[in-house]
Nanobody, 124 residues
Framework: QVQLVESGGGLVQPGDSLRLSCAAS????????MAWFRQAPGKEREFVSG????????YYADSVKGRFTISRDNAKATVYLQMNSLKPEDTAVYYC?????????????????WGQGTQVTVSS
């Protein structure tokens, strides 16, 4: 199985940037599609960004397109989420997820492994 640990969250002002990391352990990370989800207070967990097992294909929620970038370094078994031009509405707990399948999309039930989350707060 895969264990996922997120890091890099914090308190920032609108317009600032953060880079989240998700470190994987337990087995080879190369074959797992990965994604970032987030959950804001009083809201359901929502898809943010996904990346295929090689890193050659990425996709994003409309709300973060042009501002966030997902990437992965399989040699380090780590997935990143670079978040630029942060807005207050980006405030949420951000979760890393991995799928046991070869292909996964943006639904929560397509992912088999989850981290415990890292808090991102965007406030003036």
């Amino acid at each position: 199985q895969v264990q996922l640990v997120e890091s890099g969250g914090g308190l920032v002002q609108p317009g600032d940037s953060l880079r989240l990391s998700c470190a994987a352990s337990g087995r080879s990370f190369r074959s797992y599609p990965m994604a970032w989800f987030r959950q804001a207070p009083g809201k359901e967990r929502e898809f943010v960004s996904g990346i295929n097992f090689t890193g050659s294909s990425t996709y994003y929620a409309d709300s973060v397109k042009g501002r966030f970038t997902i990437s992965r370094d399989n040699a380090k078994a780590t997935v990143y989420l670079q978040m630029n031009s942060l807005k207050p509405e980006d405030t949420a707990v951000y979760y890393c997820a991995a799928s046991h399948a070869w292909i996964a999309g943006k639904k929560k039930d397509e992912y088999d492994y989850w981290g415990q989350g890292t808090q991102v707060t965007v406030s003036s």
